[in-house]
């Protein structure tokens, strides 16, 4: 992985990468509590909507020099994916108040540090100097030979794996925190599916995560982030016509099984015999949510989301949301690997 990539990463296997060289601003601890990242201090202002970021001493640029608050504003403005969330997370303007200062302007008042700054769009990559780096091995047609390359590291929810781990005494298994939620999406204009009714009991949602799901799961727990008050400005979400004609189709990610499954259970229960399971390929799966024009989709989102408004970006105005189950992940660990930190998102960082 090319330190120009953006670090916005498409799988486990790319964050897991990024993770060990690109710094954000802040990071967030597994229970959600801020630490020193580029940023060695913080505050707020009176208002709770101006947040100053302090610099820690020694960050370079991507060349070796030192790293201003300057270039770190300017690297912001010119980075597509950085400009993408501050605009989402309602930053109206970014100061630069001297050589390590920096001030966030928000649209809306935080009494808690945003997590928009431990986001990996804003994130920096920096040489990780006294931590071991960890290895990496390509894990090819059968993960089990990464782990027989002596990977140190491997996350994974594949239960055949897990237990082939758990059998040999040189590796640890570690459960991550629940990391994605998945639900079901219908458009606005599409009928209501039968299942509809039900879908919010935590019964209903259970007995999804015991019978359909193969990997470690549970019924979606409430608080949804997506329910939260005050929403995101309407400009960003998609808007479809309110007749769109239907397709017939539950959609999901092809390369998704837990989505398929769960896609193929919803149709089981749908009642509706002219309903079908359809798997997309992730080049076509935006412009079908956007467009609106399947009955539904069962997506995954993060279970918690760092910028909400991207998040939901893609999804059409109007759409409900219906929270399924949540998953994690597990890392599997060789003895005398270098120490670790699970964050907020279910990432390791060394």
Known sequence: MLPTDAP???????????????????????????????????????????????????????????????????????????????RWAGVGQVVVLDSRRLALTFKA????????????ALALPQAVHQRPELVFRPAGPDPRDALDRWADLLETSDPVLLEYAGRRAEFATLVLPWSRTYVLVVPAGQPALRLMSDSDSAGFRAALARDVVRVE????????????????????????????????AIVYPGDDRVARDLAERVVALAGDRTLLARGAAPSELPDRIRAGNDRAFVLSLPRNALVPCRELAGIPAGATILPLVDTRSSAVLRHGAPPLTVEWDGAIRP
């Open 8 to 86: 916005l990463p498409r799988n486990d296997s790319e964050r897991l990468v990024f993770r060990q060289s690109w710094e954000p601003p802040v990071e967030l601890d597994c229970r959600g509590r801020p630490r020193a990242g580029l940023a060695a201090s913080w505050s707020r202002d009176s208002t709770g909507r101006t947040w100053t970021l302090v610099l820690r001493d020694g960050l370079t640029t991507d060349s070796g020099v030192p790293l201003t608050a300057a270039d770190l504003a300017g690297r912001w403005r010119s980075t597509d994916v950085a400009v993408a969330a501050l």
């Open 109 to 120: 008042p935080s009494t808690e540090l945003p997590a928009l700054l431990a986001d990996p």
């Open 217 to 248: 799961s549970r019924g979606a727990e409430p608080p949804f982030w997506w329910d939260a008050p005050g929403g995101c400005d309407s400009s960003t979400r998609t808007a479809v016509a309110s007749a769109a004609p239907s397709r017939g």
